[in-house]
């Protein structure tokens, strides 16, 4: 709970929302700003959202149900290592479902979650615009091309090796 | 968002409406434009089946039960939602369209226990009336089903998220009538589920306790916490002396658990009703309120006199202080120090008659009987414990509890004769019984201030200009030469309004009086399931409970709360003047801020 008043948001997210206040209908921009927040956090804590709800004036309640609402909004922390799966159609059409099950299976972690360790999460992306290389993956910022499910565990341990 | 946030529908204006003809079921009608398709038909007395829609919410249109088919329309339209057009042709019950609105029912139902025979709101379940009427007569689907444990931690609302049909009128009624803005929908699809901001328990939210959740929902995914258990085990015990009170409202809306019209006044049957269960001593909250009356007009006057800490902010709405402190800590030091006419009489039970008896203050068992949820927790505040740990007020019922445990007792309530209340602490006076409705406390106080203030009572004792059956009210009275502005506020979306005058210094204020629930205690959130055919929040409802107080106070010769005499004699008895050191230390109380801090 937010009995504290000392602030814990990033000072580019507090004068993001300012700027909010200053507009019409400073509310409409909760998305954006939780857009924001987790693009400079990596994902949205209660804290953080708690605090956003007071600076804006919009009431938690809402700020929840929209923050779980939307797909894109990560609500725990990303893995050391972000794995991100391309789900584009390109790369769709070449297999790249069977790669998000090869990866499931071995982390034993559905896609939005990180496993227990802190290590690994699952992600996806839409088009990279790297179709030519379908199906791709990327861990953390390296890209990989023309993925196979059997490569899946050599991904992984490479990762750990670097 | 913006409709998230002030979900309100703008409601058309009365000015220069055209008028539209239609049919429904080759019926021509004749209606104002913006009129909807089941107000249309509700002309014709044509009832279409519904879910979602509250005529005293905003539109949800989610549940689609209310469909009706209209020419020309490729797809069924949901009719709550839907204004009528000129020539439209609508039908309401063909073949098809009860099929349609059977299978939703029946979808439904899939995921929904199968425990109507154990449920609290068997025999008052929109659900269950909705099922019966629509003719679903089988469970077959043995599928997956949202499973949740019953959320308890509030010390007056009870959640069962797997009775939850999601129609959101909850959500609505805490955002658009109490402005609390507690409620939300997390999640999507079958994990949709309605909870506090963060799936927080509702004793760690910002629930204020008022029970209106409970009133509009049309299943038991909402319920009081029960106490009913507790007092029949008090009852049974032959060492306790079981003291009940019963608040002013109650006897203006007991009268409808048992079939009885809205606006009967039952405040005799209720008073037998108890004995025959068994309690040994029948008190009036009225008498408490008439207390409040002279503890609060003195504390009043006081800061008149001072000019300090004005406008007084009332305090016999537990709802509502809670509210103060989440939302309006700053206001705090303008609160009235009053206790509750409930805890004042609770104290004075356990002080002032267990002396007079010659009791053990241990050995009583003290019910209060109330409209409303919050005052559970009222009687669970640390604030309202005496010195030995244990609370001035045992268990509090709600009407809907006490409706129950007379049915469970098997007396028929309307049969009983009329019983009077025990001394000296059932004596009240009318300006008690208006407690019980919005500007009743704000009528009362002024009666009494006016009398102290000029030495001589109003000419005319009905206040009406303070009555405020709208929500709110503002009126301006002349005493001694001086002008006192007060107000009155009931569902916190209003009070909002004010406190905001308040603060922004827009206007000087005096004295504000402020109640949780709509139309104030008689709309509580403990009161009746309305009767068929009526909904919660209903302003016909609340006028005739709000007449049957009225009615009774104008048949009182005793009118104002400083001459009831046994109000006297308790001062020259034992609490010596208002605002006594005896008096403040039995009878106020402190408030202080609560997180999670609220969103105006
Ligand atoms: S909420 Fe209604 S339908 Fe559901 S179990 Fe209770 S009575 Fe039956
Ligand atoms: S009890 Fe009142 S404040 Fe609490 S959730 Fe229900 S409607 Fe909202
Ligand atoms: S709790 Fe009741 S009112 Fe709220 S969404 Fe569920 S069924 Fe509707
Ligand atoms: S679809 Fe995967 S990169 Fe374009
Ligand atoms: S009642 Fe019309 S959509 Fe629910």
Redesign the pocket.
Known sequence: MTNSTQTKLYPEIIEFIEECLTREHPESYLISILHKLQERHGYLTREHMYEVAQRLQVPASVVSGVSTFYHFFRLKPRGRYAISICLGTACFVKGADKILEAFRKKLGINMGETTKDGLFSLENTRCLGVCGLAPVVTINDKIYSRVTPQQVPDLLSRALAD | MRRMLHGMQIRGCTQKMKTINLIIDETPVKVPEQTTIMQAAETLGIHIPRL?YHPHLSLEGACRICVVEVDGARNYQTSCSTQVREGMQVRTNSPDIRQARRDLVELILDNHPKECQTCERDGQCELQDLAYSLGVRERLFEGKRKQYPIEDSSLSVI?D?E?????????RVCAEIQGVHN?T?MHRGFNTV?TPAFEAPLMESVCINCGQ?IN????A??LEKKSTDEVWAALADPAKHVVVQIAPSIRAAIGEGFGLPPGTPATGQTVTALRRLGFDTVFDTNFGADLTIVEEAHEFMQRLEKNERLPLLTSCSPGWIKFMEHFYPELIPHASSCRSPMMMLSVLTKTYYAEKKSLDPENIYVVGVMPCTAKKFEAQRPEHYMENQSPYTDAVLTTRELVWMIKAYGLDFTRLSAGDFDHPMGVSSGAGDIFGTTGGVMEAALRTAVAKLTGQALTDLNLTQVRATEGLKEAALEVNGKVLNVAVANGLNNAKIILEKVKSGEKTFHMIELMACPGGCIGGGGQPYPPDGHYVLDPEILKLRASALYAIDQGKKLRQSHENPYIIKLYEEYLKHPGSELAHRLLHTSYSPRYPKGIK
């Open positions: 979602c959640r998220s009775k939850c049909i999601l129609c959101r009128r909850c959500v409620l929908q309605v959740c509009v929902c049309p299943t995914a909402f």
